[in-house]
């Protein structure tokens, strides 16, 4: 019998934790010290990139990205209905048109073949950008987005705020690290509570371009400068000057403290993850419960364990759940349904397979601290509600 509530994500928060965020407090920086610098080379080095710039949120990191690829009003860009609605926010903060794509019906990705449609049916250079989400954990197939934007001219800006620590296999045979930009040129990561780096909130931009590296880092913060290279004068050790407008979207020293002990658990929090993936695909085989799919290859990051479940029955589980303290979650309604985006001149119908998910989606609990106990609880629950 579990006694307390069981949702569907969870921080873990330790020792190691609490020990570098209060050395941080005592330090003698709490914004731009030296902590920063060290979490962007720390978290660069795991994913192979040349470049991170940590900043306030995944928002902030999707705007950033908009920004440094100078995204004008009336660009078009390609994103995602399933997501959260910052994947598609961010770039209409600099007044893109936004463009959704719908999903795979296996993966719940952006459907590549789709993709390809819509960019055929379009001159060269119509789409500015394609931002794809690792929804999930699920890392997309970014080779072949690759040759897209190289046969189509646009940017591929990866929001990877799901599936740090996740990889895929490329025709080559090579292992790569979601976020280390060998065929992004820009990928993105939120540190909220519910993810793998919980630093209550911030987020990363990561690309392998020094250009597009120093304009996130120059917009980050207001659009200033120190570097005696790029000033237009130098009046002393003094002299700033704010060069273009920019945003304070700048991450704390105690936040990169916490980040980088978060870090060093990243690794044992995927294998854990995917154990706990493992355990509910076995006991949901051959039942009405539809389970994740993943191909050969892929390391899913699993920061959500969705389930499919009949549409008529969906409302029912996860009333059924919640009665029995299980915060299950229902993750994405779809962006291009929300009243906004309609505004714009999306309706429903438009995008039927991601409506078609929607409709009988659930998110089950899924963090690495799960125990077996909770874990059989919900496995429990869920199974006693398809035998009444």
Request: contains cysteine; glycine residues 8%.
């Amino acid at each position: 019998m579990i006694d307390h509530v069981i949702s569907y994500g969870h921080q873990y928060i330790n020792d190691e934790d609490v020990q570098a965020v209060v050395a941080a407090l005592k330090s003698d920086y709490m914004t731009q010290g030296p902590r920063i610098g060290e979490f962007e080379k720390q978290f660069a080095e795991y994913l192979g990139c040349r470049y991170a710039c940590m900043v306030s949120n995944g928002t902030a990191a999707l705007h950033l990205c908009a920004m440094a690829l100078d995204i004008q009003p009336g660009d078009k860009v390609i994103t995602t209905p399933i997501t959260f609605v910052a994947s598609a926010n961010g770039f209409r903060y600099q007044g893109a048109e936004i463009v959704f794509c719908d999903i795979d019906p296996k993966t719940f990705l952006m459907d590549l073949d789709k993709l390809e449609t819509l960019l055929k049916a379009a001159p060269k250079g119509t789409y500015k950008a394609v931002v794809p989400v690792d929804f999930a954990g699920y890392p997309i197939d970014e080779e072949r987005l690759r040759k897209m934007a190289d046969d189509y001219d646009f940017a591929i800006v990866v929001d990877a705020c799901h599936a740090p620590g996740g990889s895929f296999v490329d025709s080559k045979g090579e292992k790569q690290m979601v976020g280390n930009c060998k065929y992004a040129d820009l990928t993105v990561f939120s540190f909220h509570p519910v993810k793998h780096i919980a630093t209550g909130e911030g987020g990363a931009v990561t690309t392998n371009r020094k250009d597009l590296y120093d304009r996130v880092a120059l917009y980050r913060t207001h659009g200033i400068t120190k570097d005696p290279a790029l000033l237009e004068k130098n009046d002393g050790g003094w002299y700033y000057e704010m060069q273009e407008l920019g945003y304070n979207y700048r991450i704390t020293e105690m936040q990169a403290a916490l980040g980088m002990t978060q870090l060093a658990r990243l690794d044992w929090s995927i294998q854990r993850r995917n154990e706990i993936a493992r355990k509910y695909d076995e006991a949901f085989k051959g039942t009405i419960v539809k389970t994740p799919y993943r191909q050969e290859g892929i390391t899913h990051a699993f920061h959500l364990y969705i389930i499919q479940v009949p549409a008529d029955m969906r409302k029912g589980l996860y009333d059924h759940l919640r009665a029995n303290k299980v915060y299950s979650q229902v993750l994405y309604i779809p962006a291009h349904t929300m009243p906004y985006y309609k505004r714009q001149g999306w309706k429903e119908g438009d995008m039927p397979v991601a409506e078609d998910y929607y409709k009988g989606c659930l998110a089950l609990p899924m963090f690495p601290t799960l125990t077996e106990e909770e874990q059989d609880w919900v496995i429990a629950k869920v199974m006693e509600f398809f035998a009444v």
